[in-house]
């Protein structure tokens, strides 16, 4: 009998995985095409991408008892893929480096893996391509910070999913839309928003899209293997009295904790501030406790409050402002 926490969502995953370790050569007792285990070809990968290691280091890394290391390690100094020599620090403890026959052996696993990746992304669309190589890094980071159990892994595993986020200004194709997805689909989940607030998005970013040309105006987006994955923007005509608008600041589900939003309006505000705005407006609603802090530790203050429905919903509207120094 199936648990009853079991829902569609954990059972495709589930299955999805199962399939994967199959196909990616798990269930066998060698892999990658050397005659070593999984664990080993794993433990070649690391030292390589860590240039050198101790055996201690080594078992945290893989998630293994120390004992289990030790043996591999044995097999592969063994068959002249490692070589240990003391720590200049400490010379009771030894360093784990590959040798020449050891990076021949991983340079051969990284030709291996990058053959099955291309084959399989080959059978993708690019958008398809970009939604399985983030999907993936942010569950494998989500199994780390659950098996490190702590803040310490949960701080982990946003540094590795954002690490590789990268800041563009100015448009980029599909930035209407896939701006409007994110901002639909988070405010849906958590607001009970609908057509109409996705509507309002849609048609206000295409209209500020058509005023991009124009100095005062800028829009930011955070890009993860060319998938726009977070914005936000600045209108510097729509307010008048040389009043800056900021808008349409949003992080995909799998992008925040990790700093993302805090660069994304660091560069906002940097370019009011170049451009001479006497101050920065936004409106958010109540609720939205994690971008209120984060707006107020970038010198936003709460200016008014009241209850509207201008996102299609009742709720309380919350204006802030943050004014240039000497304005």
């Known amino acids: 009998m199936a648990a009853a926490t079991d829902t569609p969502l954990v059972n495709d995953i589930r299955s999805a995985s199962r399939a994967m370790v199959r196909e990616l050569g798990f269930m066998a007792?060698?892999?990658?095409?050397?005659?070593y285990s999984a664990s080993a070809v794993h433990a070649l990968l690391e030292i390589d991408t860590h240039?050198?290691?101790?055996?201690?280091?080594?078992?945290e890394y893989l998630g293994l008892d120390k004992s289990s290391v030790s043996r591999m390690l044995a097999k592969l100094i063994a068959n002249g893929e490692l070589q240990e020599e003391p720590c200049a620090d400490d010379a009771r403890a030894k360093q784990l480096?590959?040798?020449?026959?050891?990076q021949r052996t991983v340079a051969g696993i990284h030709a291996y893996g990058q053959t099955q990746v291309r084959s399989a992304l080959a059978q993708l669309n690019p958008s398809l391509q970009q939604s399985v190589a983030q999907g993936l890094?942010?569950?494998?980071?989500?199994?780390?910070?659950?098996?490190?159990?702590?803040?310490?892994g949960q701080d982990s595993a946003a540094t590795l999913a954002t690490s590789s986020i990268q800041i563009h200004s100015g448009y980029r194709p599909g930035v209407i839309g896939r701006v409007t997805e994110m901002h639909a689909v988070f405010y849906a989940r958590h607001w009970g928003f609908g057509a109409f607030f996705e509507s309002k998005v849609a048609s206000g970013l295409a209209e500020f899209s058509g005023r991009?040309?124009?100095p005062c105006n800028q829009i930011w987006t955070a890009v993860h293997n060319e998938r726009i994955v977070g914005s936000v923007a600045i209108d510097g005509q729509d307010l008048g009295n040389n009043q800056a608008h900021l808008r349409w600041f949003i992080l995909d589900d799998g992008c925040r904790?990790?700093?993302?939003?805090r660069q994304l309006l660091t560069q906002a505000l940097a370019f009011c501030d170049q451009r001479g705005f006497a101050?920065?407006?936004?409106?958010?609603?109540q609720g939205l406790d994690a971008a209120r802090k984060l707006y107020e530790s970038l010198g936003f203050a709460l200016v008014h409050e009241e209850t509207g429905q201008q996102w299609g919903s009742a709720v309380v509207e919350q204006q802030f402002s943050r004014r240039r120094h000497g304005a």
């Open 279 to 285: 101050s920065t407006e936004l409106w958010t609603f």
């Open 212 to 214: 991009l040309g124009e």
């Open 137 to 152: 890094m942010a569950y494998a980071q989500a199994l780390q910070a659950h098996r490190l159990g702590s803040a310490a």
């Open 51 to 59: 240039g050198q290691v101790t055996a201690a280091q080594l078992a």
């Open 97 to 102: 480096l590959l040798t020449a026959q050891g």
């Open 29 to 35: 007792s060698t892999l990658a095409g050397t005659p």
């Open 257 to 261: 904790g990790g700093g993302v939003g």
